[in-house]
């Protein structure tokens, strides 16, 4: 019963979040200076008929709240909406899907295996010199822009060293999604890294460790069989959700290392005014993000017994 109340608690939230977020979403695309219908006939203005009737076409000449509710409408149906060109946006965004899908998973991987170690490392070292080098990593790493590391990565490694290249998927996986995808693992990796040192700090100091040293048991077992697992639980929910994330952090990335993904897809949609895409790709990253988040909420109750009574 608890559980039922909890899951019908988190699916309230999804929709009040999910309608919330869509529509400053959607209001702020159509709020934007310039008319996107007078900007596709290019240097050679459109006649005023022609204006009237595509602005007639894509419903632009309605109230907004209307112009939202058509969406939600079409939404139900599986419809992201169609561009100004006519073409489906979700034909636009299914070639795209691939090159997203490989880079965030990629960063996924990269984030989780060195957040892990590093974490696991420092938390073991406490106070130690690995253990304030870890901290200061972290902490660096998550004051930087994103931008400002992806093209310091791209000067030193691609132009400087030579070892990956900077633009582009030509080179396929993983050469082409090694530099792009530990930009943007880099700043989960960072907060996996810390997440993990504090649950391994906290695991070192509870009774039961305590008692299986007095037990005799050895620290490399110890460490291996009980600490991991009990300082892994906490990070599981942040990489879990942290994946949708990576998906929204592929946008600037994808612009600055061309790569043609949802990102790219975005960035090029935003920068030509391109309404219809901006708000089904939006969509697309936000319903993502709040189903993982859901999913992992729910996983979380049925594992732990605890949480349902928060």
Same mark, same amino acid.
């Given at each position: ?9 988190? =699916? ?13 979403? @959607? ?16 240097? *050679? ?25 058509? @969406? ?16 489906? +946006? ?43 080098? +870890? ?9 930087? !822009?994103?931008?400002?590391?992806? =093209? ?21 996986? !993983?050469?082409? @999604? ?31 460790? *305590? ?15 009980? =600490? ?5 639980? !906490? ?16 946008? =600037? ?22 309404? !219809? ?34």
């Amino acid at each position: 019963m608890i559980l039922a109340r909890r899951i019908g608690a988190r =699916v309230a939230e999804f929709l009040l979040v999910f309608l919330g977020v869509t529509f400053i979403i @959607y209001a702020t695309v159509w709020a934007l200076p310039g008319d996107p219908i007078g900007a596709l006939g290019g240097d *050679r203005p459109l006649p005023e008929n022609v204006v009237a009737q595509l602005r007639e076409q894509f419903h632009l000449d309605e109230p907004l709240w209307q112009q939202y509710l058509r @969406y939600l409408g079409g939404l139900l149906t599986g419809d992201l909406g169609t561009t100004f060109s006519g073409v489906p +946006v979700a034909d636009r965004m299914a070639s795209r899907w691939p090159v997203t899908i490989t880079l965030a998973l990629t960063a996924w991987v990269i984030e989780v295996v060195l957040g892990v170690a590093l974490g696991l490392i420092a938390g073991l070292r406490r106070d130690s010199a690995i253990d304030r080098t +870890v901290l200061f990593g972290t902490i660096l790493a998550t004051s930087i !822009p994103i931008f400002v590391v992806a =093209v310091s990565a791209q000067l030193l490694f691609g132009l400087h060293l030579g070892w990956l290249p900077i633009a582009g998927t030509d080179a396929g996986w !993983p050469v082409a @999604y090694l530099l792009p995808a530990a930009v943007i693992a880099l700043f989960g990796l960072a907060s996996i890294a810390r997440l993990m040192r504090g649950s391994v700090i906290d695991s070192m100091d509870s009774d039961f460790v *305590r008692t299986l040293r007095a037990k005799g048991m050895p620290g490399s077992r110890i460490v291996g069989l009980h =600490v991991m697992r009990n300082s892994v639980a !906490p990070v599981l929910t942040f990489v879990a959700i942290d994946l949708g994330f990576l998906l929204g952090g592929a946008v =600037v990335v994808e612009g600055i290392f061309n790569l043609p993904g949802i990102g790219q897809l975005l960035f090029s949609a935003i920068r030509t005014h391109e309404g !219809p895409t901006v708000v089904g790709v939006g969509t697309t990253l936000i319903l993502i993000f709040l189903v993982l988040n859901v999913v992992v909420d729910l996983l979380n109750s049925l594992l732990d017994p605890r949480s349902r009574h928060d």
